[in-house]
Nanobody, 124 residues
Framework: QVQLVESGGGLVQAGGSLRLSCAAS????????MGWFRQAPGKEREFVAGLSRSGDNIRYAASVKGRFTISRDSATNTVNLQMKSLNPEDTSVYYC?????????????????WGQGTQVTVSS
């Protein structure tokens, strides 16, 4: 079992950047397919980015492709989400999730473990 804790959220102006981190304990993140999701008030949780166990495969939602970058730091057992060119539509609670499945899924139901979330607010 793995425990996930997100950090790095905050308030940023439109056009700015933030870097979210997801620190894992209990097991190495190389054992899991990792995903970042986000959920805005009144909306469903949506897939943002995913990283395969091997690190060879990465997937992004169309809305963030070219602006967000997911990466893993094996030395610190952390998965990061670098976000740039942020806009107010990116305002959400961002969640880190781990899946025991091999492939990257955009469905939240495929993920077994979740962090508590970190708030990202982008002002216009």
């Amino acid at each position: 079992q793995v425990q996930l804790v997100e950090s790095g959220g905050g308030l940023v102006q439109a056009g700015g950047s933030l870097r979210l981190s997801c620190a894992a304990s209990g097991r190495t993140l190389r054992s899991y397919t990792m995903g970042w999701f986000r959920q805005a008030p009144g909306k469903e949780r949506e897939f943002v980015a995913g990283l395969s166990r091997s690190g060879d495969n990465i997937r992004y939602a169309a809305s963030v492709k070219g602006r967000f970058t997911i990466s893993r730091d094996s030395a610190t057992n952390t998965v990061n989400l670098q976000m740039k060119s942020l806009n107010p539509e990116d305002t959400s609670v961002y969640y880190c999730a781990a899946s025991s499945a091999i492939g990257i899924s955009a469905q939240s139901s495929a993920y077994n473990y979740w962090g508590q979330g970190t708030q990202v607010t982008v002002s216009s």
